[in-house]
């Protein structure tokens, strides 16, 4: 039975159910105050999701995100109080004033990342609280707004029961979504985006609008949970969606585990039970919260999962094995549609690019011409301008003047996402990945382009995203198996050695299928036997698979044995260029770099 069937099967069964077994059988085991409470428990469960959503996949931490659960209630209040229709309409309705506000904060955050969006998420929240969520086009004055759990018409539904069935099938629904995003390109994307935005774009992934999905996608699911929640106390005003609200839901989600679906919705069920509490102890559920946050700094950063994770003994060490076993890099890594042989034809063209930060040149006027099917190498001391001119090619570095071409198409005025998805692709300095996810994952992170569904079918995981996640991961599984990690394909990418982290990198960028490679030093953090037996497969893929490739490298003698042409920069500026046999002679290029003759 393939995943979407299960997803169906498993919400129509909750549906169908759940409500009437509660309805009977819930009355009898609690009674219905707790009920209620319970709903409440669930709907804040909902809200941590959401948060979890945007601060443990996408890295984007928000103070304000209460501001979004009252938009959500208000907006379900106007359709089901105002214009008396039921309220699953009411909830539809929240979830899309919720996403429109997150949209709207999500705007003027592209540009933030920790405290800063914290502080501007949270003078958001205090100001939707003190004026927004106090305009009478929301509220009937001061007394707030109503909710009530309308059926249909004027029938309301007065079981605390059977209203907690609901929000307990609207928090699987919830969960399964939140699901399919985490297994699709959209959660892969996420996360690739709190890691590192620039590692992502080259991984052809928009940041601007993956950030901007995450707000929308978090804002509707909290507007729901503000909707269902109000519905639980039947009016709901400004004061019930304060800062201490937004706190309380990061203190979810932290006490959970950031990052962990499960973790945060039973810490928010948990810790709303406070009205259970002995009279003594009321009203201190946030100290008691925020020391057991203190705690799980100190002991278990994992949050209730990762100390759940650690009674059932799942943290295990990787076993890391030496840099110089051989590297495989199959034939099927490279995904063109028929072999590319060398000619005279140019696939890059560089026209006198120049960067300048202020009144530094840190690239001055240089050109550079790759043609297809060869490898061609830039080398030159440190400080040359080699990174920055890799930079300037691929778009992570503003050019003050200069075209670049690939295939003939003008694309230095396209971002760098746009430039990976026109075939570019890159390694860089320090390793690309994102460490946090395994290696099998970050090689499905790396085909983000070739998974082609739509994010309304990552959403529901439709037939069509679960065939090409299948294809895809079909395809992670032969590179990993090709490049020697088949028994590390679910290890962590940081338990792994720096030369292998390379390997792994080299692999996630060939999986993109690239028209051109572009390598920088490649051979950082490799063995010398590592290294040349890496530059053995950069040839079987220039000769046997027609892959183009320009690298950046310190291991002279690599360069001038592996590459067809060389480029020699220093200061900023081009030095010489030419086949590596004759560049080891000229005397320019030995005064400035080599140093001596290579023979």
């Not at 941590?48 to 209040?77: C, D, K, R, T, V």
């Not at 995450?214 to 269902?228: M, N, W």
């Amino acid at each position: 039975m393939t995943a979407h069937r299960k997803n169906v099967l498993l919400v129509l069964a909750f549906c169908v159910v759940l409500p009437p077994l509660t309805a009977h059988a819930m009355p009898r085991l609690l009674p219905g105050s707790t009920a209620l409470t319970l709903s409440q428990g669930v709907s804040l469960g909902i809200a941590a999701l959401s948060l979890n959503l945007l601060l443990g996949y996408a890295g984007q931490l928000s103070l304000g995100h209460a501001a979004l659960l009252g938009a959500g209630a208000f907006g379900a209040s106007v359709v089901v109080d105002r214009w008396s229709a039921p309220m699953f309409l009411g909830w539809i309705a929240a979830a899309v004033v919720g996403g429109a506000v997150a949209l709207i904060i999500g705007v003027p955050a592209l540009r933030l990342r920790g405290i800063y969006l914290a502080l501007v998420t949270m003078v958001f929240g205090l100001t939707m609280q003190a004026s927004v969520l106090r305009w009478q086009v929301f509220t009937r004055g001061s007394a707030g707004a109503a909710l009530p759990r309308r059926l249909i018409g004027d029938h309301i539904l007065t079981n605390t029961s059977v209203y907690l069935a609901m929000t307990l099938v609207v928090l699987v629904l919830v969960w399964l979504v939140d699901r399919n995003v985490l297994r699709t390109k959209i959660g892969r994307a996420f996360r690739m985006i709190r890691e590192d935005e620039t590692v992502a774009q080259a991984f052809a992934i928009d940041v601007t609008r993956y950030k901007l999905l995450a707000f929308v996608l978090a804002g509707a699911i909290a507007g729901l949970a503000g909707a269902l929640y109000g519905h639980s106390i039947g009016l709901v005003n400004s004061d019930v969606f304060s800062l201490q609200v937004s706190l309380r839901i990061v203190l979810f989600v932290m006490i959970g585990g950031i990052g962990t679906r499960w973790g945060a919705v039973a810490a928010a069920i948990l810790l709303s039970l406070n009205t259970k509490l002995p009279e003594s102890l009321r009203g201190y559920d946030l100290i008691i919260a925020a020391l057991i946050v203190l705690y799980n700094v100190v002991r278990f950063p994992g949050g209730l999962a990762g100390l759940v994770a650690h009674w059932r003994g799942a943290a295990t060490t990787a076993t890391v094995a030496d840099d110089d076993e051989e590297v495989a890099i199959p034939h099927f890594v490279v995904d063109h549609d028929e072999t590319t042989i060398a000619t005279d034809e140019p696939l890059l063209v560089v026209e006198e690019v120049t960067v300048q930060f202020g009144g530094l040149r840190a690239v001055d006027s240089v050109s550079l011409s790759v043609r297809a099917g060869t490898i061609v190498g830039i080398i030159g001391p440190n400080g040359a301008g080699k990174s920055t001119f890799f930079n300037a090619i691929s778009g992570f570095a503003p050019t003050s003047s200069g075209r670049v071409f690939i295939d003939g198409r003008a694309v230095h005025e396209l971002p760098p996402h746009a430039r990976a998805a026109a075939g570019l692709a890159r390694t860089f300095q320090n390793v690309g990945l994102a460490k946090d996810l395994s290696v099998r994952d970050n090689i499905l992170l790396a085909q983000h382009r070739a998974a082609t569904y739509n994010g309304g079918a990552a959403l529901l995981y439709t037939r069509a995203a679960n065939e090409i996640e299948q294809r895809l991961g079909d395809a992670a599984d032969a590179i990993v198996g090709g490049l020697g990690f088949a028994a590390r394909a679910a290890t962590p990418v940081r338990e792994l050695s720096g030369g292998q982290q390379r390997l792994v990198e080299l692999g996630a960028v060939l999986a993109t299928g690239p028209r051109l490679l572009m390598l920088d030093e490649p051979t950082a953090g490799l063995s010398p036997g590592a290294a040349e037996n890496l530059a053995d497969r950069l040839r079987e893929l220039r000769d046997d698979h027609g892959q183009t490739i320009l690298l950046i490298e310190h291991n002279v003698p690599l360069v001038l044995d592996l590459c067809d042409y060389v480029y020699v920069l220093n200061a900023g500026a081009l030095l010489a260029e030419g086949p590596p046999r004759q560049l080891a002679r000229k005397p320019e290029v030995l005064s400035a770099y080599l140093g001596e003759v290579v023979l």
